[in-house]
């Protein structure tokens, strides 16, 4: 039982060794965003933007 054990795990720690040992192959070409995108962009930041002003400036000053 305790040799059953000793071989799993040495075949545990080979395959962990190999995974390692690999190194990962780009599958993609990088593509530059479209227009479309960017202008997506600068609007959500340009919200973020107005909601961060606009919750800074109706606090209620005491």
């Not at 795990?9 to 690999?22: D, M, Y």
């Not at 919200?47 to 002003?53: A, H, N, S, V």
């Amino acid at each position: 039982m305790v040799n059953q054990l000793e071989n799993l795990v040495e075949s545990i720690k080979s395959k962990v060794r190999a995974l390692k040992s690999k190194k990962p192959k780009k599958s993609y070409i990088k593509m530059d965003k479209s227009s479309s995108v960017k202008v997506e962009i600068r609007s959500r930041k340009a919200r973020k933007l107005i909601d961060k002003t606009l919750k800074a400036d109706y606090r209620p000053k005491v």
